[in-house]
């Protein structure tokens, strides 16, 4: 009889925590660090040197795209990131886009506190444009000052891979106000990280699909850490990131000469 109620008592439990799930404003499985940086980084769209992101954690998406971001202070704390793609191909439509829902509070269709930020085009013509959720759907929105916002694309190498590739480097201040009334990304956040290459019609993001960037509920999670990266976290993610690449996991180690060489194959 013990055994019929235990048993029952942890279908209950199981079923809760089903339930608990299901209700997740984000999806949990996809959970990434922000951690702290002891400096910002240079907003040149470039990855020039290991240390600039090496405080902060990688995350590879789809087939080579390689996310890094690490929380600073300059004044304000900013988020700043480096996205990297393997993409070469110049096209006028490649697009990188980056949603975040400032409380982590999904839904299935953009909130008021929910941004999405589309970036076009390479180099010194790369084109932003900002949009904020109404409730029900994106409204374009203008781009917060450079002070609040900027960002930086270029053709480059990189510690991830010494073939020039595409990559955009933005800052974000994690505290203004004055922009939309209420701060763009909170303390901790929901997140999707997209890249588009035109010329081969391709989507690379994190989330993957079927995430997509009008239902935040299919959004990632991004909690922050007061600390620099572990030295050997690195290695765990690629472990946890079972369905990843594995060319794109090779990017997760912290060794530039190796991950170069992979690419160059
Ligand atoms: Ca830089
Ligand atoms: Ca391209
Ligand atoms: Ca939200």
Partial sequence: MKKIIALFVC??????????????????????????????????????????????ASLGFGTDGVFRDIWASSGNVFE??????????????????????????????????DFKIVITGHGASATVAWFKGTGTAWATAATPAATIFDFKESLATSPTSSTPHYMVEAKVD???????????????????????????????????????????????????????VPESLSTVIILALSSFAVVAGAVLIKKPKTIALKFNR
Wanted: glycine content about 8%; overall charge negative; charged content about 15%.
């Fill in 11 to 56: 279908i209950v439990t199981l079923s809760l925590l089903l339930l608990a799930g299901n209700a997740a404003a984000y999806n949990a499985a996809f959970t990434h660090t922000d951690y702290q940086g002891s400096a910002m980084p240079t907003l040149d769209g470039k990855y020039t040197t290991n240390a600039e992101y090496s405080a902060g």
């Fill in 80 to 113: 700043n990131f480096i996205l990297e793609t393997m993409d070469t191909t110049d096209d006028a439509t490649d697009s990188y886009t980056i949603c975040y829902d400032s409380n982590a509070d999904g839904g299935s269709t953009p909130k008021t506190d």
């Fill in 174 to 228: 994690k505290q203004d106000t004055t922009a939309f009334g209420a701060v763009i990304i909170g303390m901790e956040f929901g997140m999707r990280i997209a890249y588009t290459d035109a010329s081969t019609g391709t989507t690379q993001a994190w989330p993957p699909a079927p995430a997509t960037a009008d239902n935040p509920d299919g959004w990632g999670y991004v909690p922050y850490s007061m600390e620099p």
